[in-house]
């Protein structure tokens, strides 16, 4: 058996540290914004509990104060984060993105990526923001603001997707820069097409031609998952084939790139279950006929699709 010394258990030295209400206000800071916690975690009543079993003097703040405490924060690393960058960084690549909520509100992303002092790639989100709406020289605006606080004058690259509302982008931001000389070359390197975007653009292109068949088989999902019942029902169907899955089929997004990929995989799976409810459910046949309107939907899928 190991014997405890001085320096502490089986000769390992321990660091006893004094007890600090700042430091514990800030780890806690820490712990929401890392694990994106909401601010409402602090008032669980297992968190209180958890919390006094570790330290008993600290008193856990309220969530109005936490949010001040993340603010807070946020500034420091803001602060260190600029003066490292007027200091370190002789220029930085920035990608930005646009999209609209489900609020119909109108946001936008800047994230700059650089190379830190150990030759490290780095990438940090500058400013994420409402915006008017989505035009060339409103986005320009804003990002021409936001290098201004962050005080960056240098770029060397700015990735954005295919929009045609980027070319305005580009533009205004070509003038800005040059007028500071903070461009590589002039304006030849600034625009950098995104390659994912590009790359799902070629991919939908060529799905077009399985078409008929994609949309047979996300009409038939739309069916299962229209109703607490319908998903029901097809759980029943998925037992009685033996289908062992713990996920259950998923619809696409065009937001999502890889949500067709995913919505296919997965219905693959449940081929077997379809196909049962579609001999058990007239439910489900009478799904693919003719709307009001007299519009026919496309399917059910085959053993084809």
Known sequence: MPKVGKEGEAGKTFKVNGYSLEDCRKAMAEFIILDEHPFKVVEGIGFHKIINRFEPRFTVPSKMIMSGDCFHLYLDEKKKLKAWLANSCARVCLTSDCWTSNQNLSYMSLTAHFVDDEWKLQKRILNFCLIENHKGETIGREIETCLREWEIEKVFTITLDNAS????????????????????????????????????????????????SIESIRNA????????????KFKECIEAELIESKSLVCLDVPTRWNSTYLMLEHAEDFEKAFDRLYDQETEFFRWFGEDSQGIKKVGPPTTLD
């Open 165 to 212: 509302s980027n070319d305005g982008v580009i533009t205004y931001l070509q003038r800005k820069l040059a007028a500071r000389g903070g461009l590589v070359y002039g304006e030849k390197y600034l625009k950098m097409r995104c390659c994912a975007h590009v790359l799902n653009l070629i991919v939908n292109e060529g799905i077009k031609e399985q078409h008929a």
């Open 221 to 232: 999902i739309r069916y299962v998952r229209s109703s607490p019942q319908r998903i029901k």
